[in-house]
């Protein structure tokens, strides 16, 4: 079969996805989001449904923080109230024993809430007030959840999730409260284990897990501390010192002088040890492989004049074995950053690929499908841009790229929309089992303006575009959600 351009393939997409029934978008008035969909049938017809967080200015309730919508038409399944905005995505796990999964999902000002799947009740919040009694230990945002083993023995696995980052605190400003890794009963929310961070620094790294099913306790994990103007240190420990409070004996991959880690790590095996290994970014544009059994760093690479805080994307981008990564980085120095930078990366040597330069500033991560059906993935990732109205004044614009790496070509998907996408990382996936690819993607309706929480979009993109192989990297840490690449 010929290989067709790109540009051809997205012609005939765009022909028919416009008039696809199952296609859909909907605005949601009054609020923002940070958080990334998470996608499972909550309502038992056979078409997944998208779970969001969102909210409003920082500080402020929103009675709208945490909320599900149907798959088929978009329309609102239920909606959760918060303090602060929900900036997290959730984590699913089914702790009602009904048959559809509930939702752990986080965010400032110490919100972490469980909410049954099937009606949108709150199970449990995590009572800061309860625990700060017990101590002096103050709570901070809580990060991304992720599921380990059943530690309290209740028949559920449990959460293990980081907790760190003092809003109060001015930037470059060394004095922080430590950060902590926790471990919390998925069940009721109780309190079942925690352990400070070994270097005293503060954390803003969803952890993520190489699960060890015959010892869970050996289960590797990867957490980085510091932030955008402080120094931080990137480790590898076990869930067994978390429960011990020993993470000291974690060990050092890297160190940063200057700036810390913040973007989610990657496990994923580039070796071919039969192991998993590390690759991990740094606030300070540098892209680092480990291996996962010795430690040892394999290769490191950087892309000059960026700053990381987007998650690496997997996939096989070219025609060996190993898989290869895809990053998008902001260009500048924080708080002065405008525009961003694309690179495809070698995974067996790290060396970069494809360069390129698409979009102005936002943090959402990219994800990976094999478009074209010839074995060799594509990025789609989301991009904002700017145009000049006829009064001369800045609009801002979003819309979807494709990257075809065969062809070197990147191109926009759909027609792009008035507003801009801070950070939410799309969705790809198969919503209703047709063998189709879906996306779903989000982003304010705000045109004037690049951080505003007063509307927020939610699109579904039914395509005529065939599965033709298991979609691992299709959504923020992946499609598991948890930071893991399968071969």
């Known amino acids: 079969m010929p290989k067709?351009?790109?540009?051809?393939?997205?012609?005939?997409?765009?022909?028919?996805?416009?008039?696809?029934?199952?296609?859909?978008?909907?605005?949601?008035?009054?609020?923002g989001t940070f958080s990334s969909p998470r996608c499972t049938d909550l309502n038992l017809d056979g078409t997944k449904d998208i779970i969001l967080g969102g909210g409003r200015l920082e500080f402020q309730k929103c009675d709208?923080?945490?909320?599900?919508?149907?798959?088929?038409?978009?329309?609102?399944?239920?909606?959760?109230?918060?303090?602060?905005q929900i900036f997290g995505s959730a984590g699913l796990l089914d702790i009602t024993n009904d048959g559809i999964e509930d939702a752990f999902i986080n965010g400032r000002s110490s919100e972490l809430k469980a909410i049954n799947g099937a009606n949108?009740?709150?199970?449990?919040s995590f009572d800061t007030t309860f625990y700060s009694a017990q101590g002096t230990k103050k709570w901070f945002n809580f990060y991304n959840p992720q599921f380990i083993h059943d530690v309290d023995l209740d028949g559920f696995k449990d959460i293990l999730i980081a907790n760190?980052?003092?809003?109060?605190?001015?930037?470059?400003?060394p004095n922080r409260a430590r950060g902590r890794i926790v471990i919390i009963s998925s069940k009721n929310g109780k309190l079942l284990a925690e352990a400070?961070?070994?270097?005293?620094?503060?954390?803003?790294?969803?952890?993520?897990?190489?699960?060890?099913?015959?010892?869970?306790?050996?289960?590797?994990?990867?957490?980085?501390?510091?932030g955008e103007t402080v120094r931080g240190n990137l480790f590898v420990g076990t869930v067994d010192m978390v429960l011990k409070n020993k993470l000291i004996q974690a060990t050092i991959l890297d160190i940063s002088l200057y700036k810390g880690y913040i973007s989610p790590p990657v496990w994923v095996e580039i070796t071919q040890d039969h192991e998993k290994?590390?690759?991990?970014?740094?606030?300070?544009?540098?892209?680092?492989?480990?291996?996962?059994?010795?430690?040892?760093k394999i290769w490191q690479t950087k892309l000059d004049d960026t700053e990381a805080y987007s998650s690496l994307a997997v996939g096989k981008f070219n025609a060996d074995v190993i898989p290869d990564f895809f990053v998008s980085f902001a260009q500048g120095v924080w708080p002065d950053l405008s525009w961003t930078k694309q690179a495809m990366i070698i995974g067996k040597s790290g060396k970069i690929e494809y360069l390129d330069s698409l979009g102005y500033y936002q943090t959402s991560s990219p994800v990976v499908v094999d478009i074209t059906g010839d074995g060799i993935d594509e990025v789609l990732l989301s991009v904002d841009y700017q145009i000049l109205n006829a009064k001369n004044m800045k609009e801002f614009y979003t819309t979807l790229y494709a990257i075809d790496f065969t062809q070197n070509e990147a191109?926009?998907?759909?027609?792009?929309?008035?507003?801009?996408?801070?950070?939410?990382?799309?969705?790809?996936?198969?919503?209703?089992?047709?063998?189709?690819l879906d996306i779903v993607y989000c982003h304010g309706i705000n045109a004037m303006k690049t951080y505003t929480f007063d509307g927020l979009r939610v699109n579904r993109l039914k395509t005529t575009i065939p599965i033709t192989k298991k979609i691992k990297w299709g959504s923020y840490m992946g499609s598991n959600y948890d930071g893991v690449f399968e071969k």
């Open 4 to 31: 067709f351009s790109l540009f051809i393939l997205f012609f005939i997409f765009l022909k028919f996805q416009g008039f696809a029934q199952e296609s859909w978008t909907v605005v949601l008035p009054n609020i």
């Open 64 to 84: 709208t923080a945490m909320f599900a919508l149907d798959g088929k038409n978009g329309k609102i399944l239920w909606n959760l109230g918060a303090r602060d």
């Open 120 to 124: 949108g009740k709150e199970i449990w």
């Open 164 to 173: 760190g980052g003092d809003i109060w605190i001015l930037p470059h400003n």
């Open 196 to 226: 400070d961070m070994p270097d005293g620094c503060e954390i803003y790294m969803s952890v993520s897990i190489n699960f060890n099913e015959k010892e869970p306790v050996k289960s590797k994990i990867i957490f980085g501390t510091g």
């Open 277 to 296: 290994d590390i690759v991990v970014s740094s606030v300070d544009g540098r892209i680092l492989a480990f291996d996962g059994l010795t430690f040892q």
């Open 411 to 436: 191109m926009p998907i759909v027609e792009g929309l008035p507003g801009h996408n801070v950070s939410s990382t799309p969705w790809i996936g198969d919503m209703d089992n047709d063998g189709m």
